[in-house]
């Protein structure tokens, strides 16, 4: 844990220093000039351009230069990002789920790390979903962005809708020529009662890979993709597995989450990670 929270430092300072960059805007390609040139309303307010009420602006990317929109100058005002000198920025980090464990073991060990803590409520019944910790807003359970679906579901749905394309992440961290990388692969932590079997040089028989929890065995194709993935990735013990297999969610929720958020700004103009 003590790790965890200097990594999750150590990503605060590097996101604010990119953030803090402040390009002025690079030359417009002659496609993009025109594109401003032709656009007579705002595609943030919708609303036409006039005098000097609402003038005809260029919205670009304060890190890179590049143009992003033509907008009016009042929405031009609200685009821009937050700043990290701002007391209301904040870099949200999203749990899976689990918020009890995942709350209590952070605060523990960042004890004398912050001076306050404030909690995170949501608006309808104020059930606590989370806590800021210096400018990082924890935000402990997924599953109610997610409309609680599984990750299993989540992974196969997109995959069903859209291939690889949107599997960013899990192709950064896997490569892409592995077709069972974009699917879960079985994993108990049911089994995983004691420190010892984490040094296994095996995966344990199919028959001990049973979930109290779900009253279920794994298939015989769940045993043998769990057999595949310890030999293509060079597993020489259960705790390379388990590594393997969190490595794995990790990357597949954040291309989940990924998605849903570039949803939910194009639908309803809302960014998820920044409600
Ligand atoms: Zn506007």
């Known amino acids: 844990m003590n790790e965890f929270i200097a990594h999750m430092h150590r990503e605060e300072q590097r996101i604010r220093s990119i953030l803090s960059t402040n390009k002025p805007l690079i030359d417009l390609p002659i496609e993009e000039m025109v594109k401003h040139e032709y656009t007579t309303a705002c595609i943030s307010c919708n609303q036409k351009f006039t005098g000097s009420a609402r003038i005809k602006t260029l919205h670009h990317?304060?890190?890179?230069?590049?143009?992003?929109?033509?907008?009016?100058?009042?929405?031009?005002?609200?685009?821009?990002?937050?700043?990290?000198?701002?007391?209301?920025?904040?870099?949200?980090?999203?749990?899976?789920?689990?918020?009890?464990?995942?709350?209590?073991?952070?605060?523990?060990?960042?004890?004398?790390?912050?001076?306050?803590?404030?909690?995170?409520?949501?608006?309808?019944?104020?059930?606590?979903?989370?806590?800021?910790?210096?400018?990082?807003?924890?935000?402990?359970?997924?599953?109610?962005?997610?409309?609680?679906?599984?990750?299993?579901?989540?992974?196969?749905?997109?995959?069903?809708?859209?291939?690889?394309?949107?599997?960013?992440?899990?192709?950064?961290?896997?490569?892409?020529?592995?077709?069972?990388?974009?699917?879960?692969?079985?994993?108990?932590?049911?089994?995983?009662?004691?420190?010892?079997?984490?040094?296994?040089?095996?995966?344990?028989?199919?028959?001990?890979?049973?979930?109290?929890l779900n009253t279920e065995f794994v298939t015989e194709e769940e045993y043998k993709c769990a057999q595949q993935m310890w030999n293509r990735y060079d597993c020489q013990t259960m705790e390379d597995y388990a590594e393997l297999h969190m490595k794995l969610e990790t990357v597949l929720f954040a291309d989940v989450f990924d998605q849903f958020r570039r949803f939910a700004i194009q639908q309803y103009r809302l960014d998820p990670a920044h409600c």
Do not use: W
């Open 61 to 212: 990317y304060n890190v890179s230069g590049k143009y992003i929109a033509t907008v009016c100058h009042l929405c031009k005002l609200q685009l821009n990002y937050r700043r990290s000198s701002s007391e209301h920025f904040f870099i949200p980090c999203f749990f899976r789920s689990n918020v009890g464990i995942n709350s209590e073991m952070i605060i523990k060990y960042s004890q004398g790390k912050s001076a306050k803590i404030p909690m995170i409520s949501n608006n309808t019944d104020e059930k606590f979903i989370g806590f800021q910790m210096d400018g990082i807003r924890y935000i402990l359970d997924s599953f109610q962005f997610l409309q609680s679906s599984s990750l299993d579901n989540l992974v196969l749905n997109l995959y069903n809708d859209d291939g690889i394309e949107p599997f960013r992440y899990t192709r950064r961290t896997f490569g892409d020529s592995d077709p069972d990388i974009f699917r879960k692969f079985v994993f108990r932590y049911e089994y995983m009662t004691n420190r010892e079997i984490f040094k296994d040089a095996s995966l344990p028989p199919k028959e001990s890979f049973y979930s109290k």
